[in-house]
C-alpha cells in the first residue's frame, strides 16, 4: 500500500512543529522532517517529525525509534556518503524493513506505520524503479540552509478524477483564505457575518459551515492560521474599528473570542487585514492609514508589541522561520505603488521598500522560495515580483502574458501556483528556477470564474471560486485538481477547450528526463508526446547597445497547428549611469495582423535587472513568431543580451 502522508508543518529550522500557514503552505512551513546527525548508535525521534533523515557516513551499528503514536506514518530516507557501503542496523520496533542500498551517494526510502508497539513496513509495497520515480518523495537540497524539504509526495499507484468541484450554498462565497489542518480543507470567507467552512478534501461535497454571530464584529473572515501544538484555528476579522480574533475548536468546531484590541482595526469597511504566526505569537497587519503590525501572545492573548509603519495599508504578512515580510497597498490602492517589508519580530524593526510605478496592489498571498519572495500583483498585467530578501531593492518583474487580475499565489515545494480572474478563471505554474510557465484554463462558463486561493495537501490542488462571476448573490466554488503523474510524461490533469474549441494539453515537465513517447486520451481526444519539448527556432544576441528591429523566429508551414510557447529571456549584462532602457516584444501574428502582442522592459542600470516572457497558446497554420527589441535613450557603455526560443508541447 502506499505511504499516506498526513500534512502537519514546523519553522524552517526543523525545531518546531506546530504551525500551518492558512493560505501559503510554502518553503517556510515544511512538513514535519528530523535530520539526525550521523553516529553509530542514532535515536530517531518520531515526534519531531514524520520524516527521518540521515547520511551514513560510517556504519550504524544499532538505531532507535522513539515517541512514534499508534496511526503514525513514518518515513526514512537514508543516504550513503560518497564513499558508500555503509551499512544500517535498523531499530528493533521496526519490522519489515529492506536492506538499504549501499551504493556511493544511493538512497534509500522506507516507509512505516506504527501500530502502538512497532512500525510495519507495508508488506504488499514493493514499488519497482518506474514507481520510484513516479511517486517517491522528491527532496530538493536547500543549499542555503543545507536541509531539506519535501517537494511532492505521490501515492502508489494514485487514481482520482481530473477535477472535482462543489458549488456552494446560497450565500456560501467569498472564501479569502484556504488551507489544510488536520485532515480537513478549510476556507474562511469575507461576507458578514463571516463563516468558516470545513470540507472533506476526498468529497468536497461533505462540508460543515461555521457561520458567525451577526454583531457587526464578526464580519470579513480576512485570514486563518492553524497552530499544531494548541489544536486550534485563529481566525483575523476586518472591523474599522478593531482587530478581533476567535480561537476555533476544529473537531467541534466551538469557538471563543479571544483578542478584542479596539481601535486597531481596518479602513475599509470589508476588512483586509492579514496574520501569521512563529508558534507562539500571532502577528496580524492592518489595512489602515498608516499600517500598524500587531503582535500578540498564543499563550495569554495580550498584546506584547505593536508597530505604526510609515507605510499605508498592510495586506499580507508572512513568517519565513527567521523574519516576518509584509506587503501593501500604498496610500490609494490600485493607484499608488505597493510596497514591501522585512521586520524582526523581537523588537518588529524594519526595513522597506517601495515597488515602481505601475506595480500596485500585491496581493493577499505571497510565496516564500529560498532566498527571495515572489508576489502576484491585482492590477491585470499579468506581472509576478521576485523580490530579494536580502536586498529588498533587487526586483526582478515576470511577465506570464495574462493581462488579467493575479489573487491566489501558493508555493507547493517545487512550483509556484498562481490564478488570475476571468470567465473562465486561468491557473499558472511557474518554476522559481528556470521561470518556465504553464498555464492551466479553467472549464468554460461562469461556474469557474473568479479563482481567488489555493493550497494543496501534496498529491492534489485545491482552488477557491469567490463568487463563481456571477454577481454579488452567486454562490462560490471549490475545486480539486488532480496533480500530474510519473515525472516527464503526458499527463491530463486539465484538459479543456480554449476559446478557439482546440485542446490544451498539459505537459508535466518536471526535469530533463527523457521518457518513451506516450499517448493519453481524454474525452475522446488524443495527444502524443515524447515526455520533451521540441525546438522549434532559437535566437541569442549578446553584447547589444542599439535596438533590434522585427525577426521573424518561426513561421507554421506544417498542415497542422501546433501547441507553442515561446520564451525570452532579456538581461543587462553591463551597467552604465546612462538611464537608458531596452524593451524586449513577441509578436505572435497571422496574415499580417499581430493576435497576441507581449513586453518586458529592462533598465541598463544594473547587472541585476532582467525580464522573462512565458508565452505558451496554439500557432495556426501560415502563424508566425516574431521578436524585436527597442531601446530608449542612448546607452554609453550599458549593454544587454537577449534569448529567445521556440518550442513546440504538441
Same mark, same amino acid.
Given at each position: 500500500?502506499?505511504?499516506?502522508?498526513?500534512?502537519?508543518?514546523?519553522?524552517?529550522?526543523?525545531?518546531?512543529?506546530?504551525?500551518?500557514?492558512?493560505?501559503?503552505?510554502?518553503?517556510?512551513?515544511?512538513?514535519?522532517?528530523?535530520?539526525?546527525?550521523?553516529?553509530?548508535?542514532?535515536?530517531?525521534?518520531?515526534?519531531?517529525?514524520?520524516?527521518?533523515?540521515?547520511?551514513?557516513?560510517?556504519?550504524?551499528?544499532?538505531?532507535?525509534?522513539?515517541?512514534?503514536?499508534?496511526?503514525?506514518?513514518?518515513?526514512?530516507?537514508?543516504?550513503?556518503?560518497?564513499?558508500?557501503?555503509?551499512?544500517?542496523?535498523?531499530?528493533?520496533?521496526?519490522?519489515?524493513?529492506?536492506?538499504?542500498?549501499?551504493?556511493?551517494?544511493?538512497?534509500?526510502?522506507?516507509?512505516?506505520?506504527?501500530?502502538?508497539?512497532?512500525?510495519?513496513?507495508?508488506?504488499?509495497?514493493?514499488?519497482?524503479?518506474?514507481?520510484?520515480?513516479?511517486?517517491?518523495?522528491?527532496?530538493?537540497?536547500?543549499?542555503?540552509?543545507?536541509?531539506?524539504?519535501?517537494?511532492?509526495?505521490?501515492?502508489?499507484?494514485?487514481?482520482?478524477?481530473?477535477?472535482?468541484?462543489?458549488?456552494?450554498?446560497?450565500?456560501?462565497?467569498?472564501?479569502?483564505?484556504?488551507?489544510?489542518?488536520?485532515?480537513?480543507?478549510?476556507?474562511?470567507?469575507?461576507?458578514?457575518?463571516?463563516?468558516?467552512?470545513?470540507?472533506?478534501?476526498?468529497?468536497?461535497?461533505?462540508?460543515?459551515?461555521?457561520?458567525?454571530?451577526?454583531?457587526?464584529?464578526?464580519?470579513?473572515?480576512?485570514?486563518?492560521?492553524?497552530?499544531?501544538?494548541?489544536?486550534?484555528?485563529?481566525?483575523?476579522?476586518?472591523?474599522?474599528?478593531?482587530?478581533?480574533?476567535?480561537?476555533?475548536?476544529?473537531?467541534?468546531?466551538?469557538?471563543?473570542?479571544?483578542?478584542?484590541?479596539?481601535?486597531?482595526?481596518?479602513?475599509?469597511?470589508?476588512?483586509?487585514? #492579514?496574520?501569521? &504566526?512563529?508558534? +507562539?505569537? /500571532? !502577528?496580524?497587519?492592518?489595512? =489602515? %492609514?498608516?499600517?500598524?503590525?500587531?503582535?500578540?501572545?498564543?499563550?495569554?492573548?495580550?498584546?506584547?508589541?505593536?508597530?505604526?509603519?510609515?507605510?499605508?495599508?498592510?495586506?499580507?504578512?508572512?513568517?519565513?522561520?527567521?523574519?516576518?515580510?509584509?506587503?501593501?497597498?500604498?496610500?490609494?490602492?490600485?493607484?499608488?505603488?505597493?510596497?514591501?517589508?522585512?521586520?524582526?519580530?523581537?523588537?518588529?524593526?524594519?526595513?522597506?521598500?517601495?515597488?515602481?510605478?505601475?506595480?500596485?496592489?500585491?496581493?493577499?498571498?505571497?510565496?516564500?522560495?529560498?532566498?527571495?519572495?515572489?508576489?502576484?500583483?491585482?492590477?491585470?498585467?499579468?506581472?509576478?515580483?521576485?523580490?530579494?530578501? #536580502?536586498?529588498? &531593492?533587487?526586483? +526582478?518583474? /515576470? !511577465?506570464?502574458?495574462?493581462? =488579467? %487580475?493575479?489573487?491566489?499565489?501558493?508555493?507547493?515545494?517545487?512550483?509556484?501556483?498562481?490564478?488570475?480572474?476571468?470567465?473562465?478563471?486561468?491557473?499558472?505554474?511557474?518554476?522559481?528556477?528556470?521561470?518556465?510557465?504553464?498555464?492551466?484554463?479553467?472549464?468554460?462558463?461562469?461556474?469557474?470564474?473568479?479563482?481567488?486561493?489555493?493550497?494543496?495537501?501534496?498529491?492534489?490542488?485545491?482552488?477557491?471560486?469567490?463568487?463563481?462571476?456571477?454577481?454579488?448573490?452567486?454562490?462560490?466554488?471549490?475545486?480539486?485538481?488532480?496533480?500530474?503523474?510519473?515525472?516527464?510524461?503526458?499527463?491530463?490533469?486539465?484538459?479543456?477547450?480554449?476559446?478557439?474549441?482546440?485542446?490544451?494539453?498539459?505537459?508535466?515537465?518536471?526535469? +530533463?528526463?527523457?521518457?518513451?513517447?506516450?499517448?493519453? %486520451?481524454?474525452?475522446?481526444?488524443?495527444?502524443?508526446?515524447?515526455?520533451?519539448?521540441?525546438?522549434?527556432?532559437?535566437?541569442?544576441?549578446?553584447?547589444?547597445?542599439?535596438?533590434?528591429?522585427?525577426?521573424?523566429?518561426?513561421?507554421?508551414?506544417?498542415?497542422?497547428?501546433?501547441?507553442?510557447?515561446?520564451?525570452?529571456?532579456?538581461?543587462?549584462?553591463?551597467?552604465?549611469?546612462?538611464?537608458?532602457?531596452?524593451?524586449?516584444?513577441?509578436?505572435?501574428?497571422?496574415?499580417?495582423?499581430?493576435?497576441?502582442?507581449?513586453?518586458?522592459?529592462?533598465?541598463?542600470?544594473?547587472?541585476?535587472?532582467?525580464?522573462?516572457?512565458?508565452?505558451?497558446?496554439?500557432?495556426?497554420?501560415?502563424?508566425?513568431?516574431?521578436?524585436?527589441?527597442?531601446?530608449?535613450?542612448?546607452?554609453? %557603455?550599458?549593454?544587454?543580451?537577449?534569448?529567445?526560443?521556440?518550442?513546440?508541447?504538441?
Amino acid at each position: 500500500m502506499p505511504i499516506k502522508h498526513l500534512f502537519h508543518s514546523e519553522k524552517s529550522d526543523g525545531s518546531d512543529p506546530t504551525l500551518v500557514r492558512a493560505s501559503n503552505w510554502n518553503a517556510a512551513h515544511t512538513p514535519g522532517i528530523n535530520e539526525v546527525p550521523y553516529s553509530a548508535t542514532p535515536v530517531f525521534d518520531a515526534s519531531l517529525g514524520d520524516i527521518q533523515i540521515i547520511t551514513l557516513t560510517g556504519n550504524v551499528t544499532s538505531s532507535t525509534l522513539i515517541n512514534a503514536v499508534q496511526g503514525q506514518n513514518i518515513s526514512f530516507f537514508i543516504s550513503q556518503d560518497a564513499v558508500g557501503g555503509r551499512t544500517f542496523a535498523w531499530p528493533s520496533n521496526v519490522k519489515g524493513a529492506r536492506d538499504i542500498k549501499t551504493g556511493p551517494s544511493e538512497e534509500t526510502l522506507e516507509g512505516f506505520i506504527f501500530d502502538g508497539t512497532n512500525a510495519y513496513a507495508p508488506a504488499s509495497w514493493e514499488p519497482s524503479e518506474a514507481e520510484w520515480a513516479a511517486a517517491m518523495y522528491v527532496l530538493i537540497a536547500d543549499y542555503r540552509r543545507n536541509n531539506y524539504i519535501i517537494a511532492r509526495a505521490l501515492d502508489i499507484p494514485y487514481q482520482d478524477e481530473n477535477l472535482q468541484s462543489v458549488a456552494l450554498a446560497a450565500g456560501e462565497r467569498k472564501i479569502h483564505a484556504l488551507f489544510i489542518a488536520g485532515s480537513w480543507l478549510w476556507g474562511s470567507s469575507r461576507l458578514n457575518p463571516a463563516k468558516l467552512f470545513r470540507f472533506n478534501p476526498d468529497n468536497l461535497t461533505e462540508y460543515s459551515v461555521l457561520t458567525f454571530p451577526d454583531d457587526a464584529k464578526h464580519r470579513y473572515a480576512d485570514d486563518a492560521v492553524y497552530i499544531k501544538s494548541k489544536d486550534r484555528i485563529y481566525v483575523v476579522f476586518g472591523n474599522t474599528d478593531r482587530t478581533l480574533i476567535s480561537e476555533v475548536n476544529p473537531d467541534t468546531l466551538a469557538w471563543t473570542d479571544v483578542v478584542e484590541d479596539l481601535d486597531q482595526g481596518t479602513t475599509f469597511s470589508d476588512g483586509g487585514q #492579514s496574520m501569521d &504566526s512563529d508558534g +507562539n505569537y /500571532l !502577528y496580524v497587519i492592518t489595512m =489602515r %492609514t498608516p499600517a500598524k503590525v500587531l503582535k500578540y501572545s498564543l499563550v495569554s492573548f495580550a498584546k506584547s508589541l505593536q508597530a505604526t509603519l510609515t507605510l499605508n495599508n498592510g495586506h499580507a504578512i508572512r513568517y519565513d522561520g527567521t523574519n516576518l515580510y509584509a506587503t501593501g497597498t500604498g496610500t490609494t490602492p490600485g493607484t499608488s505603488p505597493g510596497w514591501v517589508i522585512r521586520m524582526n519580530p523581537a523588537d518588529l524593526t524594519y526595513v522597506s521598500q517601495q515597488f515602481a510605478a505601475g506595480d500596485t496592489n500585491p496581493t493577499d498571498d505571497f510565496a516564500l522560495v529560498g532566498e527571495h519572495l515572489f508576489i502576484c500583483l491585482e492590477n491585470a498585467n499579468g506581472i509576478m515580483l521576485r523580490i530579494q530578501k #536580502s536586498d529588498l &531593492s533587487s526586483i +526582478n518583474r /515576470l !511577465y506570464n502574458g495574462i493581462p =488579467r %487580475t493575479g489573487y491566489g499565489l501558493f508555493y507547493d515545494g517545487r512550483h509556484i501556483w498562481s490564478c488570475y480572474a476571468g470567465t473562465p478563471g486561468t491557473l499558472v505554474r511557474t518554476d522559481p528556477l528556470t521561470f518556465e510557465m504553464v498555464p492551466y484554463e479553467f472549464p468554460p462558463g461562469t461556474d469557474f470564474g473568479g479563482p481567488n486561493e489555493i493550497t494543496t495537501d501534496g498529491k492534489r490542488l485545491f482552488v477557491s471560486f469567490w463568487d463563481m462571476d456571477g454577481g454579488p448573490t452567486t454562490p462560490g466554488r471549490v475545486a480539486r485538481i488532480a496533480m500530474a503523474g510519473p515525472r516527464g510524461a503526458w499527463s491530463p490533469s486539465i484538459i479543456y477547450p480554449d476559446t478557439q474549441g482546440k485542446r490544451r494539453f498539459q505537459l508535466d515537465y518536471l526535469g +530533463n528526463i527523457k521518457t518513451d513517447k506516450k499517448v493519453t %486520451t481524454y474525452n475522446g481526444d488524443t495527444a502524443v508526446g515524447n515526455g520533451l519539448a521540441s525546438v522549434l527556432a532559437l535566437d541569442d544576441k549578446v553584447a547589444q547597445s542599439a535596438s533590434i528591429g522585427s525577426t521573424t523566429l518561426f513561421t507554421n508551414g506544417a498542415v497542422a497547428d501546433y501547441f507553442c510557447r515561446v520564451s525570452l529571456i532579456l538581461a543587462c549584462t553591463v551597467a552604465d549611469a546612462s538611464g537608458a532602457t531596452v524593451t524586449a516584444t513577441i509578436g505572435w501574428k497571422g496574415d499580417g495582423i499581430a493576435r497576441i502582442l507581449v513586453s518586458a522592459s529592462v533598465a541598463l542600470a544594473s547587472t541585476e535587472n532582467f525580464a522573462v516572457l512565458n508565452l505558451p497558446g496554439y500557432l495556426s497554420m501560415g502563424e508566425a513568431i516574431t521578436y524585436l527589441t527597442t531601446v530608449t535613450g542612448t546607452p554609453a %557603455t550599458g549593454r544587454y543580451s537577449v534569448h529567445v526560443r521556440v518550442e513546440r508541447l504538441s
